[in-house]
Each structure stands twice: as C-alpha cells, then as structure tokens.
T-cell receptor, first 111, second 111 residues
Framework: EAQVTQNPRYLITVTGKKLTVTCSQNMNHEYMSWYRQDPGLGLRQIYYSMNVEVTDKGDVPEGYKVSRKEKRNFPLILESPSPNQTSLYFC??????????FGPGTRLTVL | EDKVVQSPLSLVVHEGDTVTLNCSYEVTNFRSLLWYKQEKKAPTFLFMLTSSGIEKKSGRLSSILDKKELFSILNITATQTGDSAVYLCAVETGANSKLTFGKGITLSVRP
C-alpha cells in the first residue's frame, strides 16, 4: 500500500531533550516536506527536500533540522525542544507537480 | 511573500444545503492549486487545478479555478454530516514547487 509513515504518533517530552521524528514513504517520491499545524495558523512548512542530499528551509525552520540521506526517509530533528514547538506535525511526499500525500501526523507536547 | 486566503473561516449548514468555499491567492510563479479535506487526521487530497475555467468534479464536490481573478471555489451540493471537516486550499509555486496553505475553512453540517 502506497503510504507515508511517521513515528512516533504521540510524544510527550521535556524542554531540551533531543528528539527525532521519523518519516518514510514507499512511493519513490522526490519531494518531501515537514509541516506543523497550529490552531488559527494553519499548516506551515518547516523544511522541504527536492531530492537526496537537497534540503531547504520552509517558512518556520527555526529550532528544527532535517536530513535526506535516502530517497524514502526524511527525519525531523529537534536538537533542543522548547514548549513553543508543541504542535501537530505532518510529513508529506509527492512527485514534483503531483498531488501531495500526508503522513498520519505526530502530536508533540514539550513540557 | 506568497499569500493564500480562505473564506469564510467557518460555517454551519444543515444537511442538504449547498455550500461554496472560497480560496484567493497572491503568489509568484503559480503552478497549481490544490484542495484538501481534513477530518480528525491527516489531510486527504480532493482536487488539483492548473487551468482556468475547467471544472473538476467528484460526486457532490466540484471545483474551478480563475487564474485571471486569482481565486478558486469548492462547491459541495446536498451536504451530509460526513462532509463536516476543515477544507484546506494550497497553491504550488515556483521552481522549487513549494506549497503554501491557507488557514482552512471549518465546515459543520448539522442533521
């Protein structure tokens, strides 16, 4: 089944404790993105990648890192999480110019 | 800066009503406009529009794009309670194929 997977789905952590949210897709898509969704602010892009070893900042990259060592994986790294990074995170993938598929979401709470 | 504005922000209708959701945009290097439906989970794809004046249709849902006036509408006829969701509009732009999302329209369909 064609899909985007994310792990974990739910995470509660404390300020400053490094964490990684994994994202994987099995559709051979070049383009992958991370978004955060907050009430009243909608979906905002954090980082995106147009192919392996090519990543770029989205609209709200501060406090996040990504890597794209393989085509199918695009992990999101929070080196030192803070409470303002409490949010719902979505990974997504697509062919350039094609429709975008979203992962199931990761609900992160930073205490 | 690319902007995507959706209206209204929310609306409540009764089953059987017809609704029209609006999406206007001001962007550079337009490529396509996409509509998504989001229930209590990840957004799911509805339509991709690239050409003006050509209606896309799927069951009771339809959408059309006006590239001269820079807007799109999503129509839902004979609404059902299962249509209750947040409807997201996104515009794809530029060589990097970036997606910019509007804040979404919350539709509630009452029995």
């Amino acid at each position: 089944e064609a899909q985007v997977t994310q792990n974990p789905r739910y995470l509660i952590t404390v300020t400053g404790k490094k964490l990684t949210v994994t994202c994987s897709q099995n559709m051979n898509h070049e383009y992958m993105s991370w978004y955060r969704q907050d009430p009243g602010l909608g979906l905002r892009q954090i980082y995106y990648s147009m192919n392996v070893e090519v990543t770029d900042k989205g609209d709200v990259p501060e406090g996040y890192k990504v890597s794209r060592k393989e085509k199918r994986n695009f992990p999101l790294i929070l080196e030192s999480p803070s409470p303002n990074q409490t949010s719902l995170y979505f990974c997504a993938s697509r062919l350039v110019g094609g429709t975008q598929f979203f992962g199931p979401g990761t609900r992160l709470t930073v205490l | 800066e690319d902007k995507v504005v959706q209206s209204p922000l929310s609306l409540v209708v009764h089953e059987g009503d017809t609704v029209t959701l609006n999406c206007s945009y001001e962007v550079t290097n337009f490529r396509s406009l996409l509509w998504y439906k989001q229930e209590k989970k990840a957004p799911t794809f509805l339509f991709m529009l690239t050409s003006s004046g050509i209606e896309k249709k799927s069951g009771r849902l339809s959408s059309i794009l006006d590239k001269k006036e820079l807007f799109s509408i999503l129509n839902i006829t004979a609404t059902q309670t299962g249509d209750s969701a947040v409807y997201l509009c996104a515009v794809e732009t530029g060589a990097n194929s970036k997606l910019t999302f509007g804040k979404g329209i919350t539709l509630s369909v009452r029995p």
